[in-house]
Nanobody, 116 residues
């Protein structure tokens, strides 16, 4: 599975960005798609996940501000980020999980920078 991300950039606090991640290759092996992020000096953390059936899960710090969605026909997952805060600044990585809950592929990462 190959993952290609797009949509990062620089935005002021309170603004919005939309990330996209397109999967190719053995997409039939993907169960869950998600977004993780890693800020400088911090560990990578899960931001949001969406299952094949559309069920979603979010880390507490983004609930009510971020929305993850998935277009199975396009093998693409999106992350709509609203009301962005400086603490959301990080490199965001797309991830694909197989049916054994293991991550089978990572995207290359896209930088999101939120200025105060």
């Amino acid at each position: 599975v190959q993952l290609v991300e797009s949509g990062g950039g620089l935005v002021q606090a309170g603004g919005s960005l939309r990330l996209s991640c397109a999967a190719s290759g053995t997409v039939w092996s993907i169960n869950v798609m998600g977004w993780h992020r890693q800020a400088p000096g911090k560990q990578r953390e899960l931001v949001a996940r969406v299952g094949n059936g559309g069920s979603t899960d979010y880390t507490d710090s983004v609930k009510g501000r971020f929305t993850i969605s998935r277009d199975n026909a396009k093998s693409t997952v999106y992350l709509q980020m609203d009301s962005l805060k400086p603490e959301d600044t990080a490199v965001y990585y797309c991830a694909a999980e197989g049916y054994g809950r293991q991550i089978v592929s990572w995207g290359q990462g896209t930088q999101v920078t939120v200025s105060s």
